[in-house]
């Protein structure tokens, strides 16, 4: 699929996995790539791509010439927001859609479903009036189950939008996943589990999952189980496989979870471990069963202004820690062979990760309000 010739548009190449996709795009000789991108405070596509290219694993330099073409547009508008001349341009050309953009916040409900379901279906109607009945790749989210717990899940009893979940985010991406399988266009689905900006010395992608972890130093226990293990990947897991999936002649299925399953990391009281040694904590961090954490038990843990505030801010986070699903990768095991990219457990880079959040003044920022 990804041959010479072959033209690609990627949607979402700002963020942190799109980002990386263009990047290992530019090494392929494949025909043109396109990046669909926003304009924000007055730095137009052309300069945001640059900057993204420049925070790469390998970074480029943002005046070399890199080749990729950034096109304004805003996948929640009509005609997401082309120019006339992009929009004739990628609907002749194009041979794949490889579609990352996403409103990526568990908070932010009204734009999950703008960004999300509208956002996809408008790429999905693009699509179908391409000349060339691109291959549509959609990346989801392992999560499109919804509200889960204590399992290993294949691809095939996972989507389920109509199930309870824990936030819009998840909610939105489901009923995306359906729209594009309902869309009629050839599809490629990747599934991604918890993706970490491992190899990335950029605090924005990092503190995108990890932003709490600094804030734990306030705390003595949280109610996390201690056994419990995260689905957790590195980003260069994530892209290894797709371009490793788009460079398969032919593949036998149309969904594949790009998660750790087994493989991936220890149970949360070794992570605990290696945040309790980088925090340098004279009392480790606590970790109590969900089920043991009583009110009586919470008023004694949580006592200060400081740390309920902190305990608040991490409601729409607990019940993800403690879903402790993993998600199988056999399929992608099978499809990809030899070539299944390298996937180092989670502990390994984790203090890797502590250090780059150590270098955020907003998490210095965050204790200083909560305080105030
Ligand atoms: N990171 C994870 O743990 C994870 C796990 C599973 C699945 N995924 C999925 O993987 C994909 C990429 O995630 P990510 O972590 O790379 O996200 P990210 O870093 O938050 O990037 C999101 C990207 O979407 C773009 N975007 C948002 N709204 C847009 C709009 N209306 N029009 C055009 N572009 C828009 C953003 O552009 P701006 O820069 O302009 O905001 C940015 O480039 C998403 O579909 C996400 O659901 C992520």
């Not at 790539?33 to 925070?55: E, H």
């Not at 996972?158 to 819009?168: G, I």
Request: charged content about 25%; glycine content about 6%; some cysteine.
């Amino acid at each position: 699929m990804l041959t010479r010739g072959v033209n690609v548009l990627v949607t979402g190449g700002t963020g942190l996995i799109g980002g990386e996709l263009l990047r290992a795009l530019i090494d392929h000789p494949i025909g043109k790539v396109w990046a669909l991108a926003r304009s924000r405070n007055q730095a137009g596509p052309a300069l945001r791509i640059a900057d993204r290219l420049s925070r790469t694993s390998s970074g480029i330099d943002p005046d070399e010439d890199h080749g990729v073409i950034p096109v304004a547009g805003d996948i929640s508008a009509d005609r997401l927001g082309l120019s006339a001349m992009d929009y004739d341009e990628i609907r002749n050309e194009a041979d794949i859609i490889i579609h990352s953009a996403a409103e990526t916040s568990f908070i932010r409900s009204d734009s999950c479903s703008r960004t999300n379901v509208a956002g996809s279906k408008h790429l999905i109607d693009f699509g179908r009036t391409c000349r060339r009945n691109p291959l549509f790749v959609y990346i989801s989210t392992a999560f499109v189950s919804g509200v889960m717990s204590n399992k290993l899940v294949h691809e095939d009893e996972s989507l389920r939008p109509e199930n309870e979940h824990h936030n819009e985010y998840t909610r939105s991406k489901a009923v995306a996943e359906q729209m594009v399988r309902d869309s009629g266009l050839p599809v490629l689905i990747v599934r991604p589990s918890i993706v970490l900006s491992a190899g990335l010395s950029c605090l924005q992608f990092a503190r995108a999952i990890l932003w709490f972890v600094p804030l734990l130093k306030e705390l003595d226990a949280i109610p996390v189980n201690p056994a419990g293990r995260p689905d957790v990947v590195p980003v260069s897991f994530v892209v290894d496989s797709i371009i490793g999936l788009l460079e398969q002649p032919k593949l036998k299925y149309d969904c594949y979870h790009l998660s750790a399953s087994h493989e991936g990391s220890g149970p949360y009281s070794t992570l605990s471990e290696v945040t309790d040694r980088f925090y340098d904590r004279s009392k480790p961090l606590e970790l109590i069963r969900p089920a043991e954490w009583t009110r009586e038990m919470h008023r004694r843990v949580i006592r200060t202004p400081l740390q309920r505030k902190i305990f608040a801010s991490l409601r729409n986070y607990l019940p993800f820690l403690n879903m402790s699903v993993l998600y199988d990768h056999s399929r992608l095991r099978e499809e990809l062979g030899s070539r299944f990219p390298a996937l180092p457990p989670f502990q390994s880079y984790f203090a890797e990760l502590l250090g780059v959040l150590s270098t955020d003044p907003v998490a210095g920022r965050m204790l200083n309000a909560v305080r105030a």
